[in-house]
C-alpha cells in the first residue's frame, strides 16, 4: 500500500477576492505561506521517509509545495503538467460576480451540472479528469515511496470524484479549502480515500479562508 498525500495550494488574493484563476499564474498571498508552512509540519507527522512532491507548474501549487518539502531536506519536487488547473478560459481574471452577470446561463450550468460546462475558450472538467487522472495514475504506478501531489480546487475535486467513482457532477458535494490535505491509499490497481479536506493543522492560523473558491 503507498500513501498519496494530494493538497490544494495555499491561500491567494484571488481566493480571497472571488476571482476565477484558472491558468492566470498567481502568487500565494502571506497567508497562504503560513498555510503551507503548516502543511510541511503536519506532513513530517504523517509520514515516514522522504516524499516525493509533485506539483502544478503554476506559481500557487508550485510554492506551496516548495514551502512545504523545505521540512524534508533530502526531498525532490517534481513539475507534474497533468496537475495544472482547469482553463477557465475567458473566465480567468474575471470575478464570480460579474461572471455570474456576464454568463447567467454557462454560469447556472456550471452550478447545477457542472460535467456538461464547457468554457469559452476553455475546457471542461472531463479534460481535466483525462489528464489528472492519468498522471495520479502513473505516479502511483511508477515512483516509489510516500507521494505529495500539490494542485488546485478543481483537480483535487475531480480526481476525488474519479477515485470515489461518483461521476463529475458530485464536483460541487466535496470541499477542498485552501491548503486542505486528503490522503489517498493505492493498492496496486485501485485507490481509497482515508483523509478528504483536513484542515486541522490550519485551526491555529491568525485568518481562514472562508469560502470553497
Request: hydrophobic residues 40%; contains cysteine.
Amino acid at each position: 500500500m503507498k500513501k498519496i498525500f494530494l493538497i490544494r495550494h495555499g491561500q491567494t488574493a484571488w481566493n480571497k477576492e472571488e476571482v476565477f484563476r484558472g491558468l492566470a499564474d498567481i502568487p500565494l498571498d502571506e497567508v497562504g505561506r503560513m498555510q503551507a508552512r503548516s502543511l510541511g509540519a503536519e506532513l513530517t507527522g504523517r509520514l515516514q521517509g522522504t516524499p516525493l512532491f509533485l506539483s502544478s507548474p503554476l506559481q500557487r501549487a508550485r510554492e506551496t509545495a516548495a514551502i512545504a518539502a523545505e521540512h524534508f531536506p533530502e526531498s525532490r519536487l517534481q513539475v507534474e503538467e497533468g496537475f495544472t488547473d482547469i482553463n477557465f478560459g475567458r473566465w480567468q481574471g474575471v470575478s464570480k460576480a460579474e461572471v455570474r452577470r456576464t454568463y447567467p446561463e454557462l454560469y447556472r450550468q456550471w452550478l447545477e451540472n457542472p460535467a456538461e460546462a464547457v468554457f469559452p475558450e476553455g475546457e471542461n472538467l472531463q479534460a481535466v479528469e483525462n489528464r489528472a487522472g492519468q498522471a495520479l495514475r502513473e505516479a502511483a504506478e511508477k515512483k516509489a515511496g510516500a507521494i505529495v501531489i500539490v494542485s488546485h480546487r478543481v483537480v483535487t475535486k475531480v480526481l476525488l470524484c474519479l477515485v470515489l467513482q461518483a461521476g463529475l457532477n458530485a464536483f460541487w458535494k466535496i470541499k477542498q479549502d485552501t491548503a486542505c490535505l486528503n490522503i489517498l491509499e493505492w493498492y496496486g490497481s485501485a485507490f481509497s480515500i482515508k483523509t478528504m479536506n483536513d484542515t486541522c493543522h490550519l485551526k491555529k492560523m491568525p485568518q481562514q479562508d472562508a469560502a470553497d473558491f
